[in-house]
């Protein structure tokens, strides 16, 4: 599944470690989300979302299409 999370947390200058507190996971979970190698649960899909308030389809794009 591609994102655009290291975009969105680039332009807010946020560091992995902000983005993990943020959303109450670990930065290595962050590392992983953003180079692909996991898919988020969809609750935290959701709360992604609401942290940049965005839907998930705009982070979140599925590569099966």
Avoid: C, H
């Avoid at 993990?20 to 953003?34: F, M």
């Amino acid at each position: 599944m591609k994102n655009k999370l290291k975009v969105l947390r680039a332009e807010r200058n946020w560091t992995q470690a902000d983005l993990a507190n943020y959303l109450d996971v670990s930065r290595q979970t962050i590392n992983a989300i953003e180079k692909g190698k996991f898919d988020p649960s969809l609750p935290l899909a959701f709360k992604t979302a609401r942290l940049f308030s965005l839907k998930i389809e705009e982070i979140f794009e599925d590569e099966t299409d």
